[in-house]
């Protein structure tokens, strides 16, 4: 009955992509073109607010890679759009010129963000939050400015204040409604929300009716004007009041159109060979703005397309929001006739489920405790009945992975359900989490379901532990199969080790990890090789986005002398440094040094090597304590120098930041330093595990102790600790919420076991490099600092040819 | 100035032995920077400016067909220049080494 012309899909975003997946996985044959307006391939438009958050590139949230569509052989067109079609004699027209042949065309044209009719809507400044370039202007422009305004204070709007508040950009949310996210929210829930969101950094502005964008002289956004006569100043307008259906083509093609292209049951339109599927599309009068819909509209679609039944009865919502701090999902109704609600006002949680008459659960809202929310969505969907609703809300706290039906949604982004990564597990033999989402796709969108995954996973290995991830992906090895090679073959460098099990040579990405794994497990006999190290750790120094390197001297506590603040000046004059910056670590940072020069300013400085370009022991932070301050509990900058001195020079499996405080005033920031040291009325505090980069984390008080001396002895224990057994490139935080904090005290606090640590520590300490910088001097190859044209004046200092 | 091969437009650039194994160097040829690295069965060069951003993939690190830019973990196939992963490319060289001596035309 269908020809061979195969299917066209119009529009390239999670319902496109959706589309292709459901019926590639129904007919592997049926031809299959994929057409993008944008420039890029599929990617996860939920995570928009990452891309604005953190610079995350839109190539980290493509949904597919191009080996994905080149396997199934989906012919994928970027930056074409479909401008027409004659739809009975099967031909579609591109905005290329070309035409295509295809049996039954996917509308998959999405939405366009709504921009209410304001005046002001056109000026400079104003922009909406839906595609990367949108992300790129609010980006740029929110450095420049004082204030942003976000119109709109539901789920988007929510998301892209809160991307430009973590950006440092003060942040107004500006709301027409008296709470937020009145769609998905009861009004008691909604009222936590908004003091969590303030928490946050953002200012929440409730009741506001924006009437018009004023503009300054320049014809540029000065601010908003209400409709009570008050104004907010504000120099970026992002309007996210909602979405329009894009419709234009279904009207191009004299479809059936209300608010979106009408469908049927079968997402059919009302031309038999025409589907619309997604945000464009209009299903019993119902157009869903968001994500989860779609894949459920997909797979209808995918049977609908392959000849098979299907019926699409809609889809509940369900919403969960992604903003750091605030743990947020609601399903169905947010309101009802009966509701069951447990809710702490001092916790900030609030557990509500809406039940119709017979005991249905129609809704569930759940934020600041979201334990068990994936039961709950599951309960809405599949309309369970319960008699004692405080029951399913007490079970769900309690519930874990294992007790969820096989039908409950696990991934809402990439829409992924429990029985799917379940069999994938079994079929696959997976054995890390980061296996699974690759397969499954769960986890890979906005990855607050990764916990559950990793749940799923320890289930289906019966209690076995998980394999940690892959050291080596592409040989398929593990850190520790990789370890048993290394031992009982004696392996002692990465060549070797690629040519006893392959590691390391496809990719190469491994070959520092396999580099720090053989250094850690041989200790002095490991044979180094440049070519297996970042090239931070080649030239020591860190390379910068034009290519030069920064400079970074040990400088221990933090404590400089005059002198060596003279060499740093004359450094900079005499190489015409671009700029000289204290960094957080209590150092200074010599930027824009080329390649050839590293020696030579080496030399000139006079002092050891920071290895702040290295996975390593960096520095100890520390406040003046005992010394200066009339705080002070302990002698912060002696215990800290003495710290720094113990550690340094030592590779580690991420970088290792330490602090010593000399009282719980924590100056220093000892709290959120992999290795913090605390002093306290008559002793002292070790923290580990603590963070204040892309993660915050307070760091986990591992034992307190009655003198620094004792308190090194924990430190050096914990940090040789950490290199036996952390992944590499994983930091203290994830290790010990990897393993947690029981375990690693058991490990490290045992007297014999602590003795057994010190010792290996001190064996690799002496193994180790404190100051590669000396290389100046004896280079590990005539070129190590060289291009093959280098001027001869800058190679290598003089010394290099002195000492030979 | 360069040395150059007659007819066939190879040009000197440099000696063998100042690329360690696996490892890239970099040099200028007709105003172009190039990159030249040396792989465990032969030599390949490529454009030194990433594509994406400009990077100096001769610091890169080298697998037994690949780099990968250290600037944003680009990776780029040594015999094809393709990108891996990702549509971008970057120009590949003819180069071989010849009496300890490197020898270069561009494409």
């Known amino acids: 009955m269908f020809s061979t012309h195969g299917i066209l899909v119009a529009g390239g975003g999670i319902a496109g992509q959706a589309v292709c997946e459901a019926v590639r996985a129904r007919d592997p044959h049926v031809a299959l073109t994929l057409v993008c307006a944008e420039a890029h391939k599929p990617y996860d438009r939920v995570r928009l607010g990452a891309l604005l958050a953190d610079g995350t590139s839109v190539e980290d949230l493509r949904l597919r890679p191009d080996e994905w569509y080149a396997d199934r052989q989906i012919t994928v067109l970027t930056s074409t759009r479909v401008v027409g079609a004659d739809l009975d004699a099967g031909t579609v027209a591109l905005s290329d010129g070309t035409v295509r042949h295809a049996d039954r065309v996917v509308l998959c044209t999405g939405s366009d963000a709504f921009v209410p009719p304001l005046p002001g809507r056109e000026l400079p400044g104003v922009v909406v939050f839906r595609d990367p370039a949108d992300c790129a202007a609010m980006v740029a422009r929110s450095a420049q400015i004082e204030r942003a305004a976000v119109i709109g204070g539901g789920l988007l709007g929510l998301e892209a204040a809160h991307a430009l508040a973590a950006r440092g950009c003060a942040t107004s949310v500006v709301h027409l409604v008296d709470r937020l996210m009145e769609r998905q929210l009861d009004a008691p829930a909604a009222a936590m929300l908004a003091p969590a969101m303030e928490g946050l950094g953002v200012d929440v502005r409730l009741s506001h009716a924006t009437q018009e964008i004023a503009a300054d002289p320049d014809g540029r956004v000065a601010g908003l004007l209400f409709s009570d006569g008050t104004s907010l100043a504000c120099q970026l307008v992002v309007v996210a009041v909602g979405i329009r259906p894009q419709v234009g083509l279904a009207r191009t093609l004299g479809l059936a159109v209300e608010r979106g292209i009408v469908v049927d049951d079968r997402l059919t339109t009302s031309h038999p060979r025409v589907l619309a599927v997604g945000e464009c599309a209009q299903h019993r009068g119902t157009v869903h703005g968001i994500v989860a819909p779609i894949h459920d509209q997909a797979l209808v679609a995918a049977r609908t397309l392959t000849g098979a039944d299907a019926a699409y009865a809609g889809s509940i919502p369900t919403a969960k929001l992604k903003v750091m701090g605030v743990d947020l999902v609601t399903a169905g109704a947010a309101e009802g006739e009966r509701e069951v609600l447990a809710a702490d006002a001092t916790a900030q949680t609030y557990r509500k489920l809406v039940l119709g008459a017979d005991g249905t659960v129609l809704g569930a809202v759940l934020l600041g405790d979201i334990r068990g929310a994936e039961l709950l969505m599951d309960a809405v969907r599949t309309g369970t009945t319960t008699e004692d609703g405080l029951a399913l809300l007490a079970e769900a706290s309690q519930a874990t992975a294992a007790e969820l039906p096989d039908t409950a949604q696990v991934c809402n982004c990439n829409g992924v359900c429990k029985g799917a990564i379940v069999g994938a597990i079994r079929e696959g033999g997976l054995g890390s989490t980061q296996e699974v989402v690759r397969v499954t796709r769960a986890g890979a969108g906005c990855g607050s379901c990764k916990p559950i995954v990793s749940e799923l996973l320890a289930l289906e290995r019966a209690g076995a532990a998980e394999e940690p991830a892959y050291l080596c992906p592409c040989a398929r090895q593990t850190r520790e199969q990789l370890a048993a090679i290394v031992r009982d073959e004696d392996v002692r460098s990465v060549s070797a080790l690629g040519e006893a099990c392959g590691a390391g040579r496809a990719c190469g990405a491994c070959k520092p990890g396999l580099s720090y794994l053989l250094e850690e497990r041989q200790a002095g006999r490991f044979r180094q090789e440049r070519h297996a190290k970042f090239i931070n750790d080649r030239v020591h120094a860190n390379i910068q986005h034009d290519g030069t390197f920064s400079v970074v001297p040990r400088i221990r506590g933090g404590v400089v002398t005059a002198d060596e603040l003279r060499r740093f000046a004359d450094v900079a004059d005499k190489y015409e440094l671009p700029m000289i910056k204290i960094t957080g670590g209590q150092r200074i940072d010599l930027l824009g ?82 290795i913090g040291l605390v002093a306290v009325e008559g002793g002292w505090e070790v923290y580990v595990g603590g963070a204040s980069g892309a993660t915050i984390r307070k760091g986990d008080l591992l034992a307190t102790v009655a003198t620094a001396a004792e308190g090194k002895r924990v430190a050096l224990a914990f940090l040789q600790h950490y290199r036996e057994e952390g992944d590499h490139l994983e930091r203290t935080y994830g290790y010990l919420e990897r393993v947690g904090l029981d375990a690693v005290q058991a490990a490290v606090l045992d007297p014999e076991r602590m003795a057994a640590l010190l010792e290996r520590f001190a064996i690799a300490r002496a193994a180790c490099d404190p100051d590669p910088w000396r290389e100046r001097s004896a280079p590990v190859h005539p070129k190590q600092f060289a291009e093959l044209d280098s001027d001869a004046a800058l190679d290598l200092v003089a010394p290099a040819e002195a000492t030979r | 100035m360069s040395p150059v091969l007659s007819e066939t437009g190879f040009v000197a650039v440099g000696a063998a032995a100042d690329v360690p194994a696996l490892e890239g160097r970099s040099v200028l040829v007709d105003g172009r920077r190039i990159a030249i690295f040396r792989l465990p069965d032969g030599w390949a060069a490529t454009d030194a400016a990433c594509p994406h951003r400009g990077g100096p993939l001769q610091d890169g690190i080298v697998a037994d067909h690949c780099v990968t830019c250290p600037l944003h973990n680009r990776r780029f196939d040594l015999r094809t220049g393709r990108q891996d992963g990702g549509d971008d490319a970057v120009a590949v060289h003819e180069v071989f080494e010849r009496d300890g001596m490197l020898w270069m035309r561009l494409a």
């Not at chain 1, 020696?599 to 996975?615: C, F, I, T």
């Not at chain 1, 002698?635 to 580690?652: C, P, R, Y």
């Open chain 1, 593 to 674: 040094v080329t390649k050839e020069q590293l020696p030579a300013v080496w030399e000139d400085l006079g002092m050891p090597s920071g290895y702040a370009y290295s996975k390593a022991v960096r520095t100890v932070k520390t406040c003046v304590g005992t010394q200066f301050c009339r705080f002070g509990l302990g002698d912060a900058i002696t215990v800290g120098i003495d710290l720094e001195e113990a550690m340094e020079g030592l590779h580690t499996p991420h970088k290792v930041k330490s602090a010593v405080a000399g009282c719980p005033r924590n100056c220093s920031e000892a709290y959120v330093k992999d």
